[in-house]
């Protein structure tokens, strides 16, 4: 299953986040009720790292990894790209879903023959640029056919962003970028390459609040 810090992103914070860490804890001055807004979260690695690692311990006023309680209550993360609001939703928004459901139409995308797909946005688009035309064939078939699984109410919400950050993630590892999507690498043999994995979903005892905003705006 692929973690949220695995994604190629340029401006990514993971490397910041010590500096990011000690500064927090440097001005913290109580460790009740403490709320992390995560204003401008990108590929939102801050928010999955004070989710992920760090909770506190109650009667000695200090924090530590790997505990029962989280040290922050609750999540503001906001992002005003779509993309990244999605995979936000994926990973952190703390609802239900069903793995065996996830895990079939897992195998469902990597047992899809592209020589049978539909000419379809992606691969008209993309194919031979950023992907192979087979790869692309498939990465358009998956994304129409979670519209329509949403649609038709045979996933939830929470298990179509589970499947479209899911896609996202397995699109990135195979795009010919070196981490930006505004162009691709010339002169470079395609090869057939996609293979569909599911995101892993950050489970808390905290509260999540997930915005699609423009932060710039009062």
């Not at 914070?13 to 913290?28: A, G, M, N, V, Y």
């Not at 790997?66 to 922050?72: A, G, I």
């Not at 797909?117 to 691969?123: A, E, F, I, S, V």
């Not at 950050?202 to 509260?207: H, R, V």
Request: positive net charge; hydrophobic residues 40%.
């Amino acid at each position: 299953m692929f973690q949220l810090p695995s994604r190629r992103y340029t401006g990514s914070k993971t490397r910041l986040l010590p500096q990011i860490e000690d500064s927090l804890f440097s001005h913290l001055k109580t460790f009740e009720n403490l709320i992390l807004f995560d204003v401008f979260a990108g590929t939102g690695v801050v928010s999955w790292h004070f989710m992920k690692n760090f909770t506190k311990n109650a009667k000695k006023n200090s924090i530590f990894l790997n505990d029962k309680k989280q040290l922050f209550s609750k999540f503001l993360i906001n992002d005003f790209l779509y993309s990244n609001y999605a995979i936000y939703q994926g990973f952190f928004a703390q609802e239900t879903f069903e793995i065996e459901k996830l895990e079939e139409l897992k195998q469902t995308y990597n047992n899809l023959n592209p020589e049978n797909l539909k000419q379809n946005y992606y691969k008209k688009s993309f194919g031979g640029l950023f992907f192979s035309q087979n790869d692309a064939a498939q990465i358009g078939f998956i994304r129409d056919d979670l519209d329509s699984l949403v649609k038709n109410k045979k996933i939830t919400n929470k298990e179509f962003y589970i499947l479209l950050a899911s896609l996202i993630y397995s699109v990135d590892r195979i795009a010919n970028t070196v981490g930006h999507y505004d162009a691709y690498r010339k002169n470079i043999t395609l090869q057939d390459k996609l293979k569909f994995n599911l995101i892993e979903p950050l489970k808390c005892a905290c509260e999540v609040e997930i915005f699609k905003e423009d932060a710039n705006i009062p």
